[in-house]
């Protein structure tokens, strides 16, 4: 029995009671523990001191202290204190200019080692790296708001809060419009005249794009290419589309166009003759345009090769129907592989069959059934149904010796029209003056089986030999530039290609041909001769604009004079023609694989300026509309299914952007500080407006 404060004695607990107490305090005892494991992970930086103020919560980094006793002391005040403490080690503040250590990757384009590097936490450069992913790796929107994508970039970068895809297309719409005006103040710049091709794309919904792709020489002699316009069309017909390059064209700036290759359908001539009438009315073509049209070389070659090929002898059809019968069956194809390792052939060919559209899967296939001649006599032997059901299937049997031979000899042909689509397809090189180089090989082959004694591959050459020379036998259709570029060569200059024409040409034509060209020369130095006094003062009115100290009126006048003057002296002395004279009695470079074209030019124009303006104009013409990995085929192109569907206008800033952030860089250029706060207050205000953003958001399914 106890006894309270006032003396008098407490009664005694019952049973009960007791029980009571100890459960309530078991309960207490559980909560507390409860409480211990979902305690905040806030209280990891934060230690608890009991002072006479009350409980407070102190900083393990700064020691500042909050008050964390009562219930309405939260833990948010903690957090917002650790997101902004200056002596947290995870956290810097986002205006401070600290940077982290780190190593950079071994894996550097340049081929240099790991080393220190340092980086600091930018929100806004990781979402212009962002979107630069999403661009140039052709990824959907959504990407960005997969689990596994968002747990990446948690572990990566925690700081960082991936936006939504709405977010991500604003940004990628931003990088074109940045881009886009980047280029357009490097064609501003650049000196040179610029060479279009047309190419038609096809969306899954039926949608016909366009695409404009830019062809230039910049002022440091490097070639770019660039895709100006990727824009939907609603007609096939001539004039539209040339109304549509049009359009292009002035959004641009550009009107100093050389030459517009395209391929050879009907409609584009009706295009180049509504574009030829423009660019005359701008008073800037060449020779009113007479240079202007390029038929692509590529489309050409696949119609010759194609119309030759519908007169394949037995031979190949031979070949094909064996490599089919292989290609059948698993076990056959891997009994077939045991046949080459057993006759020793060091070849890392496979077995391909051709399909209709690409004539050169023919040659491939034929190129590799040839190496493997062996191993198909060999598998003769083990397979007893492989004779059999290929006589039986045909009544033509399998491939025997004089097969062999004669599809040897039609893979040789096929070379030649291969090894020149490559070479023309080439878009980071000069390949206007290497087409001639290809065009005799391919002519002078041709001659030789028009009158070989093989009736077979006679009637295939007299066949590819009459659509040839539809399309390059006539000198008043063929472009000239294709020989002048190859006079503008230093390696072989007019002298050789007067002697190569006389080769693949009879004496009428050739005779005339040689006429044209020595005309066309002549008349294309006389124009760049006579534009070069003003071509020298918008140089000069340019390169004030670059930066450097602008011309007094009185200095302008005494420019504009000596200019005359210089004008007036070769009038004068009846001399004019003297420099590019100069330039055909010099004696060739040295013919080297290693050759650079644009190199030496680079460093003789200031000898030959006038030659050398017209060899930047001219070099720059392609002589293909599509890359070498479109060039066999006879098919559209199609958009993905990703692509094909966005709008028009997310479709145009996804290609050219992508096309732009893959391309080579151009030299840096310094930008007057006017044009860098225009570029900062388009970025600011971005240039998107309601209709732009409404576009963008019906990218979401």
Not at 299 to 319: A, W
Not at 327 to 335: G, V
Not at 434 to 455: G, T
Not at 646 to 667: D, H, K
Request: with cysteine; hydrophobic share 35%.
């Amino acid at each position: 029995m106890t006894t309270n404060v006032g003396g008098v004695p407490d009664q005694p607990q019952s049973e009960h009671e007791t029980d009571q107490v100890s459960q309530n305090q078991k309960k207490e005892q559980g909560a507390k523990r409860k409480r211990m494991k979902e305690r905040s992970e806030v209280w990891e930086h934060f230690d608890k001191e009991d002072l006479p103020s009350g409980m407070q919560a102190i900083c393990k980094y700064c020691g500042m202290s909050y008050k964390c006793g009562a219930k309405k002391n939260g833990t948010s005040v903690l957090w917002a204190h650790i997101s902004r403490c200056r002596k947290y080690p995870f956290n810097i503040p986002k205006d401070s200019k600290q940077s982290l250590l780190s190593f950079k990757s071994a894996k550097e384009p340049s081929g240099g080692t790991s080393g220190l590097t340092y980086h600091k936490f930018d929100a806004g450069s990781i979402r212009k790296a962002l979107s630069f992913m999403v661009i140039v790796d052709e990824l959907p929107f959504k990407f960005v708001e997969g689990i596994g994508f968002r747990h990446f970039c948690g572990v990566i970068e925690p700081r960082f809060n991936v936006p939504s895809r709405i977010t991500v297309a604003k940004d990628c719409f931003e990088t074109y419009l940045t881009e886009k005006r980047k280029l357009k103040n490097v064609l501003k710049r650049c000196n040179s005249r610029v060479s279009l091709t047309t190419d038609t794309w096809t969306s899954i919904q039926q949608i016909n794009y366009m695409c404009l792709t830019v062809h230039f020489i910049d002022n440091n002699w490097k070639l770019h290419k660039r895709i100006l316009n990727f824009c939907p069309i609603s007609s096939h017909k001539g004039d539209d589309i040339g109304k549509e390059i049009e359009k292009c064209l002035l959004d641009w700036g550009l009107e100093n166009v050389m030459c517009i290759t395209v391929d050879n359908a009907s409609l584009n001539d009706t295009t180049i003759g509504y574009m030829r009438r423009k660019i005359n009315g701008w008073k800037t073509g060449v020779l009113k345009g007479r240079f202007l049209h390029m038929r692509c070389v590529a489309h050409i070659v696949n119609l010759v090769v194609s119309d030759g090929l519908k007169t394949v002898n037995e031979s190949v059809q031979r070949v094909r129907h064996a490599v089919r019968f292989i290609k059948q069956s698993r076990a056959r194809l891997q009994r077939f592989k045991k046949c080459v390792l057993d006759e020793k052939i060091n070849t890392k060919k496979g077995l391909c069959l051709d399909v209709p559209t690409r004539w050169n899967s023919t040659y491939l296939m034929l190129n590799a059934a040839i190496e493997l001649q062996d191993a198909f006599e060999r598998y003769s032997w083990e397979d007893p149904h492989y004779v059999v059901d290929l006589n039986e299937r045909d009544g033509k049997g399998s491939p025997d010796s004089d097969d062999w031979n004669n599809v040897r000899r039609l893979s040789e042909f096929l070379q030649a029209f291969y090894d020149l689509t490559l070479h023309v397809s080439g878009s980071l090189y000069v390949s206007l003056n290497l087409f001639f180089h290809e065009l005799v090989s391919v002519a002078v082959l041709m001659k030789d089986l028009v009158s070989s004694d093989d009736v077979d591959m006679c009637l295939m050459a007299c066949r590819m030999k009459e659509k040839y020379e539809k399309y390059w036998g006539d000198p008043e259709k063929i472009n000239l530039l294709i020989f002048i570029a190859v006079v503008l060569d230093p390696r072989y200059k007019l002298d050789y290609v007067e002697w190569m024409i006389t080769e693949i040409y009879d004496p009428i034509v050739s005779s005339k041909l040689v006429d044209n060209v020595k005309v066309a020369l002549n008349a294309l130095y006389e124009e760049y001769r006579v534009s070069s006094g003003n071509d020298v003062n918008r140089e000069e009115v340019s390169s004030s604009k670059d930066g450097k100290t602008p011309l007094s009126p009185k200095h302008k006048k005494i420019e504009v004079l000596k200019s005359k003057y210089k004008k007036h002296k070769c009038e004068r002395d009846g001399d004019a023609k003297i420099e590019l004279d100069k330039y055909l009695e010099e004696d060739t470079a040295e013919d080297i694989d290693e050759f650079d074209i644009l190199s030496w030019w680079k460093f003789n124009c200031s000898r030959f300026p006038t030659v050398g303006r017209i060899a930047r104009d001219v070099l720059a013409v392609p002589v293909s509309t599509v890359a070498y990995e479109s060039a066999f085929s006879t098919g559209g192109r199609v958009l993905d299914q990703f692509r094909s569907s966005l709008t028009p206008r997310v479709v145009e800033g996804l290609v050219c952007a992508q096309n732009w952030l893959r391309a080579s860089p151009f030299p840096s250029i310094e930008e007057c500080l006017e044009e860098v706060e225009l570029l900062e207050e388009d970025l600011n205000n971005m240039a998107v407006g309601d209709a732009d953003i409404d576009e963008v958001l019906e990218i979401i399914d």
